[in-house]
């Protein structure tokens, strides 16, 4: 079975601009969860999304968005990047719909680095 | 207090020993908890899933949970030196938000 899928892997944005990320889970998992990871503040939980709703969402501000399909792929959205923003985003997969014992399967990331 | 917390390290472990890594997490009402290993430059890979107190042993690894104390932790034995990487402990908060530990660094001396 196919792992998790993230696209691109690498990008380059410069500040004030917008960028989306993509992610195809693992086949017949409905969850989509989305990190991201500094050096700084380690892993940290941005979003979660089931059968196309936001179950959960952690404490980023509203330049952080996503959304899911029916097929499940999931995206985020980052609008007005700022430097911060640098930073490795991961997303995992899980097959749903329970909430405290589904296990969370990692994509490689996208690398974005804002200049 | 963070809500999961690990020691940083450097961990140095001689090959063949057995590598030790804990972790603490506060809120009780944590149903699940997770071990993921990772590599510099890489995604985190699962290592472990534990959910009852007591020892789960998959290979070379045993993982640990004791629910009244707060603690989990991993052991490695036989320590290999494709084992350097960063262990990261991960709690289920519930609706999928893991919250991880800031991650210990591993490192097997040949």
């Known amino acids: 079975k196919a792992g998790v899928t993230q696209t691109p892997r690498y990008l380059i944005k410069t500040r004030g601009q917008q960028v989306t990320l993509s992610c195809s889970p693992i086949?017949?998992?409905?969850?989509v969860s989305w990190y991201q990871q500094t050096p700084g503040q380690g892993l940290q939980f941005l979003f979660e999304?089931?059968?196309?709703?936001?179950?959960n969402k952690g404490n980023f501000p509203g330049r952080f968005s996503g959304r899911q399909f029916s097929n499940s792929r999931s995206e985020m959205n980052v609008s007005t990047l700022e430097l911060g923003d640098s930073a490795l985003y991961l997303c995992?997969?899980?097959?749903?719909?329970?909430?405290?014992?589904?296990?969370?399967?990692f994509g490689p990331g996208t690398r974005l680095t804002v200049l | 207090q963070k809500e999961v917390e690990q020691n940083s390290g450097p961990l140095s472990v001689p090959e063949g020993a057995i590598a030790s890594l804990n972790c603490t997490y506060s809120d009780r009402v944590s149903q699940s908890f997770f071990w993921y290993r990772q590599y510099s430059g890489k995604s985190p890979e699962l290592i472990m899933s534990?959910?009852?107190?007591g020892d789960k042993e998959d290979g070379r690894f045993t993982a640990q949970l004791n629910k009244a104390s707060q603690y989990v932790s991993l052991l490695i034995r036989d320590s290999q030196p494709s084992d350097s990487a960063t262990y990261l402990c991960a709690v289920n908060k519930g609706a999928q938000k893991l919250v991880f530990g800031q991650g210990t660094r591993l490192t097997i001396n040949p």
């Open positions: 086949s017949g998992h409905r969850s």
């Open positions: 534990i959910y009852s107190n």
């Open positions: 995992a997969s899980s097959p749903g719909p329970s909430t405290g014992l589904d296990t969370q399967y």
């Open positions: 999304y089931f059968s196309e709703t936001q179950r």
